[in-house]
Nanobody, 121 residues
Framework: DVRLVESGGGSVQAGGSLRLSCVASGYTISYSCLGWFRQAPGKEREMVATISYYGTTNYRDSVQGRFTVSRDNAKSTLYLQMNSLKPEDTAMYYC???????????????WGRGTQVTVSS
């Protein structure tokens, strides 16, 4: 059974930083696309950042330059370093895994339960 557990969320002032982690168990993440998604109340879930097996990253425009996604396959962990946080970043953040080395196309196969990020003005 595959389980993804996010951590690192919390409340922070605008301009602050948080680092989210997602630990995967029951699944080897090496040949996988890993991604961070977020969903704010009343809004649709949106992609925040993805990272392929090769380390290729992709970011939502609104977080480009502020967030950094990384992975540590040996630790089965996905990270999201979030700097210069804005109130608009407030959301539940989810990690997800797509089988395969590429992040192109297809849906994600596994999802975590999320960690809340709240950014105050």
């Amino acid at each position: 059974d595959v389980r993804l557990v996010e951590s690192g969320g919390g409340s922070v002032q605008a301009g602050g930083s948080l680092r989210l982690s997602c630990v995967a168990s029951g699944y080897t993440i090496s040949y996988s696309c890993l991604g961070w998604f977020r969903q704010a109340p009343g809004k649709e879930r949106e992609m925040v950042a993805t990272i392929s097996y090769y380390g290729t990253t992709n970011y939502r425009d609104s977080v480009q330059g502020r967030f950094t996604v990384s992975r540590d396959n040996a630790k089965s962990t996905l990270y999201l370093q979030m700097n210069s946080l804005k109130p608009e970043d407030t959301a539940m953040y989810y990690c997800a895994v797509r089988r395969g080395s590429s992040c192109s196309g297809g849906s994600f196969d596994y999802w975590g339960r999320g960690t809340q990020v709240t950014v105050s003005s």
